[in-house]
C-alpha cells in the first residue's frame, strides 16, 4: 500500500505492538492510519501462521468477526436510501415470523417465565442492539442458555432459519430499554435478504465489495487464497488471558471458512485483508464515497453516527463496558476521551471483531485507523487501546 509523505512519528506505535509480540501476546498485526482519508502509516508485524514461519503480508486473509456488522449495517441503509423500509417500522412487518414476540418478566430467572410484547422492537433498534434479543454465548440472560442449546449460529443453517428460531425464544429485554449486545445484526442481514431478494453474500457483492474493489472480502476463503489465511490464536490460560502464551485456535464458533456454508453471518462471518478494509473505511471516512464510487450519502452516514440509544443507557457487556459510549446505527460512538486520549477522541466512531480487528474513526481529528490481528480474545485487549493511545499521541 503506498502512503502519503507525512511528519508524523509513528515509531512509538510500531514500538508498542512489537511489544505485545515480544512478550507472547500477539502472533500478528497489521496497521494503516489515515488522515483525511488517505494513508499516512502503513505497518506489519510477525507471523500469519507462526508455526510454519509463514511471515504477514500485506495480503494476508483474516477473520474480521464482528467488524462485520458495519458492513451489514451499511448494506441495510443503501435500502433504506432507496426508501425499501423505514427506521421506526416494527421488524415484523418485514419479517412476520417475529410477530407475537413475548418477552422475560422483570427480574425473571427462567426462560419460560415471559409475557406477551406489548410494542414490538423497530428496525432502528435492531441497528443500535436495544431491540431486546440476546446473543448466547456472553450469558448475560437467562434466554441465553436456549440460545446456546439450539445453536443458532451453526454453520449448516441459514439466516431464514435463525430468524424462524427466534420466533419462540422471549426477548431477554423490551425494546428500546437498555442496550444489549446480540444477533440483531443476523436479523438484519435476513431483512437485506428479503427486501432485495438477494441472498446477502450476493447483495454485499454486488452493491460494496465489487464496486469499492475489496477483491478478498466474503463468507469464505477460496482454495487458491487459503495459503494467505491466518491462524487464529488464542490466549494459552483460558482463565486469565493477561498471561503470555498462545495456541492456533480451531473455528468452532461459526466453522470452518475454508469452503463455503450455508450461514452468512451478517454479525461475524466474513474475512478480509487489510487491503480491503481500508477501502471500506475509507469510503466511510470520504462521506460515503471512494474513487468516484458512491455507496451512502453523506446524511446517512452522520445518522448512523448518531446515537439511537435511550437517555442514559450506554454500550455495556456482562464481563466489561466501554465508558463514555452510547451507540449509532451500527457504531459505537464515544462521549468522552479514554484515558491518556486527547481531547479529539470525542465523537469518534468505532466497532471490532472478537479476535482484535479493530477499526474507529476520529472526526475532530481527521484521522481513522485500522489494526488487524488473530487472537481470542481480542475485542478488549490492552493491545488495541495502547495502539490507538500511540496514534492519537503522534497525530495531535
Known amino acids: 500500500m503506498e502512503t502519503r509523505p507525512s511528519d508524523y512519528d509513528f515509531g512509538p506505535m510500531h514500538e508498542a505492538v512489537q511489544k505485545y509480540l515480544d512478550d507472547d501476546f500477539l502472533a500478528m498485526a497489521s496497521s494503516v492510519v489515515l488522515e483525511g482519508g488517505e494513508p499516512v502509516d502503513f505497518h506489519l508485524w510477525g507471523h500469519q501462521d507462526r508455526e510454519a514461519d509463514v511471515p504477514i503480508a500485506p495480503d494476508s486473509i483474516f477473520r474480521i468477526y464482528s467488524n462485520t456488522k458495519i458492513v451489514t449495517s451499511v448494506a441495510a441503509m443503501t435500502l433504506w436510501e432507496e426508501g425499501r423500509f423505514d427506521l421506526d417500522d416494527p421488524v415484523e412487518k418485514h419479517l412476520p415470523e ?11 430467572t427462567d426462560p419460560a417465565d415471559a409475557e406477551p410484547l406489548d410494542t414490538p422492537p423497530t428496525i432502528r433498534q435492531l441497528m443500535s442492539h436495544s431491540a431486546g434479543f440476546s446473543y448466547g454465548f456472553l450469558l448475560e440472560s437467562p434466554v441465553d442458555a436456549v440460545y446456546t442449546e439450539r445453536n443458532l449460529s451453526r454453520p449448516e443453517s441459514t439466516l431464514a432459519d435463525l430468524v424462524e428460531a427466534l420466533a419462540d425464544i422471549p426477548l431477554a429485554n423490551r425494546p428500546g430499554t437498555r442496550f444489549q449486545y446480540s444477533v440483531a445484526t443476523d436479523v438484519l ?11 446477502f453474500d450476493r447483495f454485499i457483492a454486488r452493491r460494496i ?44 464458533l461459526l466453522g470452518s471458512y475454508l469452503a463455503p456454508k450455508p450461514f452468512l453471518s451478517g454479525g461475524g462471518g466474513l474475512v478480509s485483508t487489510i487491503l480491503d478494509y481500508t477501502r ?34 450506554g454500550v455495556r457487556f456482562p464481563f466489561w463496558h466501554m465508558p463514555d ?10 462521549t468522552a476521551p479514554a484515558a491518556g486520549e486527547p481531547d479529539a477522541a470525542t465523537g469518534e466512531y468505532h466497532w471490532g471483531g472478537m479476535a482484535g480487528t479493530h477499526s474507529w ?3 475532530a481529528a481527521d484521522i481513522a485507523a485500522i489494526v488487524f490481528t ?13 495502539y490507538k493511545r500511540q496514534v492519537y499521541a503522534a497525530v495531535t
Not at 488464542?234 to 468452532?252: E, F, I
Not at 471512494?290 to 453516527?305: A, K
Not at 488473530?374 to 495502547?386: A, D, I, K, T, V
Request: glycine content about 12%.
Open 98 to 108: 417475529l410477530a407475537g414476540l413475548s418477552v422475560l418478566r422483570e427480574g425473571a
Open 189 to 199: 442481514a435476513r431483512l437485506v435478504e428479503v427486501l432485495s431478494g438477494e441472498r
Open 209 to 252: 465489495f465489487e464496486p469499492l474493489g475489496m477483491v478478498d472480502t466474503g463468507f469464505h476463503v477460496p482454495a487458491s487464497k487459503h495459503h494467505r489465511f491466518c491462524v487464529n490464536y488464542a490466549a494459552r490460560d483460558q482463565m486469565d488471558p493477561m498471561v503470555p502464551g498462545l495456541d492456533p485456535a480451531p473455528d468452532t
Open 280 to 313: 471500506f473505511i475509507r469510503m466511510i471516512v470520504g462521506g460515503g464515497a471512494l474513487d468516484g464510487t458512491r455507496i451512502l450519502d453523506s446524511g446517512t452516514l452522520e445518522l448512523m453516527r448518531t446515537n439511537q440509544l435511550p437517555a442514559g443507557a
Open 325 to 334: 459510549t452510547v451507540f449509532g446505527l451500527g457504531f459505537a460512538i464515544k
Open 361 to 363: 474513526m476520529s472526526p
Open 374 to 386: 488473530q487472537r481470542l480474545p481480542g475485542f478488549w485487549h490492552p493491545f488495541s487501546h495502547e
